[in-house]
T-cell receptor, first 117, second 111 residues
Framework: GAGVSQSPRYKVAKRGQDVALRCDPISGHVSLFWYQQALGQGPEFLTYFQNEAQLDKSGLPSDRFFAERPEGSVSTLKIQRTQQEDSAVYLC???????????????FGPGTRLTVL | AQTVTQSQPEMSVQEAETVTLSCTYDTSESDYYLFWYKQPPSRQMILVIRQEAYKQQNATENRFSVNFQKAAKSFSLKISDSQLGDAAMYFCALNNNDMRFGAGTRLTVKP
């Protein structure tokens, strides 16, 4: 069966460029999460959607980061005016859970590796 | 604030032997969930095992088991009969309204 997919898998951007990262969650999964994983570190929470509603964006590092999930399925993470410190792997995960505090497993995508030159 | 600490950046185990990966966490909540995820090189993160904080019994999944000590806020992972395919980064995670991950432990399995 289809898992979580992300595109592009690799993205190189010049400092100052805008980028858009896409996540296709598992069909029927209500919850969708974005994480940022710096080299040699664990994933850091960015934001959480339940269907189309963005219920938590406390992890977004600056107002240059914006995420949306307009129809409650595909999500896009947009980074404006990219900086070198934005270089990281961006992971998307989806889950059946309807509450953020849950036992349900999060299924992860392969990530998008963003390099900002 | 919730934090997850993995104090072992790297661990090594001989094939067929047993290894234990450490994890401690801090939370003020009494109801939460703990997870161990595995991230093989260049591959997706997958769930290894999970534990509900209100359950005293330690979770087990085949060769994988945990030692959950709620009072000590400790959640270690034991891998028995280690296999070459177990080589990966292992992340401990705490879920209470949002998922917090530790920095990871890189496990090497020697043939």
């Amino acid at each position: 069966g289809a898992g979580v997919s992300q595109s592009p898998r690799y993205k190189v951007a010049k400092r100052g460029q805008d980028v858009a990262l896409r996540c296709d969650p598992i069909s029927g999964h209500v919850s969708l999460f974005w994480y940022q994983q710096a080299l040699g570190q664990g994933p850091e929470f960015l934001t959480y959607f339940q269907n189309e509603a963005q219920l938590d964006k406390s992890g977004l590092p600056s107002d240059r980061f914006f995420a949306e999930r307009p129809e409650g399925s595909v999500s896009t993470l947009k980074i404006q005016r990219t900086q070198q410190e934005d270089s990281a792997v961006y992971l998307c995960a989806s889950s059946l859970q309807t509450a953020p505090n849950s036992y349900n497993e999060q299924f992860f995508g392969p990530g998008t590796r963003l390099t900002v030159l | 604030a919730q934090t997850v600490t993995q104090s072992q950046p790297e661990m090594s185990v001989q094939e067929a032997e047993t290894v234990t990966l450490s994890c401690t966490y801090d939370t003020s909540e009494s109801d939460y969930y703990l997870f161990w995820y595995k991230q093989p090189p260049s591959r997706q993160m997958i769930l290894v095992i999970r534990q509900e904080a209100y359950k005293q019994q330690n979770a087990t999944e085949n060769r994988f088991s945990v030692n959950f000590q709620k009072a000590a806020k400790s959640f270690s992972l034991k891998i028995s009969d280690s296999q070459l395919g177990d080589a990966a980064m292992y992340f401990c995670a705490l879920n209470n309204n949002d998922m917090r991950f530790g920095a990871g432990t890189r496990l090497t399995v020697k043939p």
